[in-house]
């Protein structure tokens, strides 16, 4: 199928104006981050309408991230408007709070008077965990229910090159411009929330999202077009410097703040492609999405007035500064690497696709950068500063592959169809869109002390265009888009043992061996296991999300 242009009647520095401050407005603001929710839901009314599938064929802006290839398929035209999504999603714990301190899983407070058998401590003091009643939280559940508000905005511009095109796409969250939350998944997210959190779907950071990308079809060929996008992400180094002057005062220190900023990209690779008469109802997609995640590389050094290194000779009584240094490497919302085929037919008036994704989440990193098959089983912290996670040796524990933890690779569904129903009466500028998505979880069988809440998806889909012209000038159309989002609900339950390699899938966070530091008999309240992860011994997650959408384009 030829290329469509449709000549504008607008000046051209106009419209290269319009297109520019969407392309700037993606490289000036000061926290342009990842996708978040709109990986799922789409950049626009007429993606969240499609379900985020437009794979083959599109009809908008938003294909810039489905398939960067489909822009010069599509009429030049800039548009700005307004998604909501609002989730209700819910984590329930098997045992409250209440029920579990009956059940005997709470550290007690007679953890300070406790040795070992050689009169020791059996931990250093980063493993020595906090007795219960200590938690600024206790274990509960975790309900999620914040509507999330953005403004969208983006376009496309020919610049009066045939098959040529020049797209940018802007969300931009109403709350925050930026607001990144971490979490950890196991029992040292006791020391904060103390709550079990999505892994994967439902809790995004309102974030910044920005891509620019450009795609042609040759005049000369014009049944191949070829894309390319940038999504645009920040990748940031930080170094702090802290004096405290007295531990007394630890209200009062004096610090030194260091930190660079740099800009990351993640290609985005489309092809797409219109057969030939007499088969010229076929098309295919194609879509290639690199791995990406906002990566975070930090340092704190800090002295103490009065805090000196050991010194126990004699001769050399020089008192030698103590200086505490800690370097921290995080990995926020990752993304996998993807890969996109689809294929799609006309009939009648309608334009129906099917597209399948495979998405690499078996290379995930949580926010904290750890492999979830590593932090599955309980590690000796003292040791993981040391350790390298490209071997095969971490913390104190040897690990093989640990498959039974490792987080699988999926392939998910999505489809759509167009029709323009009003047709037979002579009504050619309504249109309504229908679409399908299912997305399996990546997120294996959570037994051991890991605690990524994750389950499948399924979204249906429902959009409506109203296209107008304004004095036989201006032509405008008006998207709305509609999803529902279901979770299935998923039980987990834990596992009190070792995994395949023999390593604890649990640690006992006041061990049976213990005892009294000034009578050294045994502790009753000992035996069993005692721990703070949040999640044992289960929990449900299930729930669904709302999806709303509307905007406004302009053809140029």
Request: glycine letters at 8%.
């Amino acid at each position: 199928m030829p290329c469509p242009r449709v000549p504008g009647s607008w000046p051209r520095m106009f419209k290269l104006l319009t297109i520019c401050a969407c392309l700037l407005s993606v490289f000036i603001l000061p926290s342009q981050l990842l996708a978040g929710a709109m990986q799922d839901i789409g950049y626009d009314a007429s993606a969240v309408g499609g379900a985020n599938g437009d794979i083959v064929f599109g009809k908008s802006y938003g294909v810039i991230f489905s398939n960067p290839a489909i822009m010069s398929r599509i009429r030049p035209h800039g548009g700005i408007g307004f998604t909501l999504y609002k989730p209700e999603m819910k984590v329930k714990l098997k045992m409250t709070a209440e029920e579990r301190t009956a059940a005997g899983l709470d550290i007690p407070y007679a953890i300070f008077n406790a040795v070992d058998k050689a009169g020791a401590y059996s931990w250093e003091t980063p493993n020595r965990p906090q007795p219960t009643v200590n938690l600024p939280h206790r274990a509960r559940d975790t309900s999620i229910s914040a509507p999330q508000t953005a403004i969208t905005a983006g376009g496309l511009m020919d610049f009066g090159l045939p098959g040529f095109r020049l797209g940018g796409a802007l969300v931009l969250p109403m709350i925050y411009q930026a607001n990144l939350n971490t979490h950890y998944y196991d029992e040292r997210e006791a020391d904060f929330s103390n709550q079990i959190h999505p892994a994967r779907f439902g809790e995004w950071s309102p974030v910044v999202t920005g891509l620019v990308g450009a795609s042609y079809c040759p005049h000369f060929f014009d049944y191949i077009s070829l894309g390319l996008a940038l999504q645009i992400s920040i990748t940031t180094k930080a170094d702090v410097d802290l004096y405290m002057a007295d531990i007394t005062s630890d209200d009062y220190s004096n610090q030194n703040v260091g930190m660079k900023a740099g800009l990351k990209f993640r290609p985005i690779v489309g092809l797409q492609a219109e057969m030939p008469h007499p088969v010229d109802f076929w098309a295919l997609g194609f879509t290639w999405r690199n791995e990406s995640y906002i990566d975070v590389d930090g340092s704190g050094v800090m002295e103490l007035r009065g805090y000196f290194e050991p010194n126990d000779d004699p001769q050399n009584m020089d008192n030698i500064p103590r200086v505490v240094e800690q370097k921290f490497k995080m990995a926020l919302d990752y993304e996998p690497m993807e890969v996109a085929a689809g294929t799609g037919f006309r009939y009648k008036g309608w334009n129906s696709q099917i597209g399948v994704t495979w998405s690499r989440w078996s290379k995930f990193r949580d926010p904290h950068g750890e492999t979830p098959q590593r932090a599955a089983v309980w590690q000796d912290k003292r040791a993981t500063k040391y350790s390298d996670e490209s071997s095969s040796y971490y913390g104190t524990y040897s690990f093989g592959d640990n498959n039974h933890f490792k987080w699988k690779d999926t392939v998910n569904v999505t489809a759509n169809t167009s029709y323009n129903y009003l047709e037979e009466i002579g009504v050619n500028w309504v249109s309504m869109r229908l679409g399908f998505a299912y997305k399996p979880s990546p997120v294996p069988v959570q037994e051991g002390r890991t605690n990524y809440a994750d389950t499948d998806t399924w979204c249906a889909a429902f959009g409506h265009r109203i296209e107008f012209d304004i004095k036989d000038r201006y032509r405008f159309w008006f998207d709305l888009g509609l999803q529902l989002w279901l979770l299935a609900a998923r039980n987990t339950y834990k596992i009190v043992g070792h995994d395949a390699d023999g390593n604890p899938l649990f640690y006992d966070e006041f061990p049976d061996t213990l005892v009294d530091k000034n009578t050294g008999e045994s502790f009753v309240i000992a035996q069993g296991l005692q721990t703070n992860n949040p999640g044992f011994p289960g929990y449900r997650l299930s729930g669904w999300m709302l999806v709303t959408s509307a905007t406004v384009n302009l053809e140029f």
